[in-house]
């Protein structure tokens, strides 16, 4: 299978704890996605790479998230010390843009759910 | 507050029946996509809207793109349970790095 994987699937947590979720695009992507969906709303975007440069984080992100894709393949999201509020859905996506006449399709992940208890 | 509105917010018909989604926004968009996701899975790209009036169709689902490229709607014929999902449509502002913005969805139950 060479689409977008997530690891771990499903987390359950205790409020205080830290959690960390992988994500491996696809591999000719140089685009990566973090985006959070709570129950009933859409995706909500995070943060993206460009290959492994942040270039943009929403302001969504506290500064107990950070995310990091070191070598421009797999990227990590870490939650520290989590709260209630965190529990979502956690999808990642991968896209190619192919310069000014990209249209942003995503190749979205089966997701990271986190329940925090 | 959502860039883009999603309406309605929940559908239930039967098979057979026809149906349509709307997806309206105040900004223009350089293209909007639809995705369909079912529960505890990511999102699949259905299609991809890029110019005004443009109208697209994937076998029972036609796809339209505003003259202005504001709004965008889904319609679908002779819906089939398998069409139960939730819809989403997102939309891609020119500046905006390829960061897609996303209405709330639409879940769509489709009965025997």
């Known amino acids: 299978d060479t689409g977008v994987s997530q690891d771990p699937r499903h987390k359950i947590t205790k409020r205080g704890q830290n959690v960390t979720f992988r994500c491996d695009p696809i591999?000719?992507?140089?685009?990566l996605y973090w985006y959070r969906q709570t129950l009933g709303q859409g995706p909500e975007f995070l943060t993206y790479?460009?290959?492994?440069?942040?270039?943009?984080k929403s302001r969504l992100l506290s500064d107990r998230f950070s995310a990091e894709r070191p070598k421009g393949s797999f990227s990590t999201l870490e939650i520290q010390r989590t709260e209630q509020g965190d529990s979502a859905m956690y999808l990642c996506?991968?896209?190619?843009?192919?310069?000014?006449?990209?249209?942003?399709?995503?190749?979205f992940g089966e997701g990271s759910r986190l329940t925090v208890l | 507050t959502q860039l883009l509105e999603q309406s309605p917010q929940f559908l239930s018909i039967q098979e057979g029946e026809n149906l349509t989604v709307y997806c309206n926004s105040s900004?223009?968009?350089?293209?909007l996509q639809w995705y369909r996701q079912e529960p505890g899975e990511g999102p699949v790209l259905l299609v991809t809207?890029?110019?005004?009036?443009e109208v697209k169709k994937l076998k029972r689902l036609t796809f339209q793109f505003g003259d202005a490229r504001k709004d965008s709607s889904l319609h679908i014929t002779a819906a089939q349970t398998g069409d139960t999902g939730l819809y989403l449509c997102?939309?891609?502002?020119?500046?905006?790095?390829?960061?897609?913005?996303f209405g709330a969805g639409t879940q769509v139950v489709v009965t025997p």
């Open positions: 996506a991968s896209s190619f843009p192919r310069g000014r006449l990209s249209t942003g399709e995503l190749f």
């Open positions: 591999s000719e992507h140089n685009r």
């Open positions: 790479f460009q290959n492994e440069a942040q270039l943009e």
């Open positions: 900004s223009v968009f350089s293209s």
């Open positions: 809207v890029v110019t005004g009036g």
């Open positions: 997102a939309g891609l502002l020119s500046d905006s790095w390829g960061k897609l913005q």
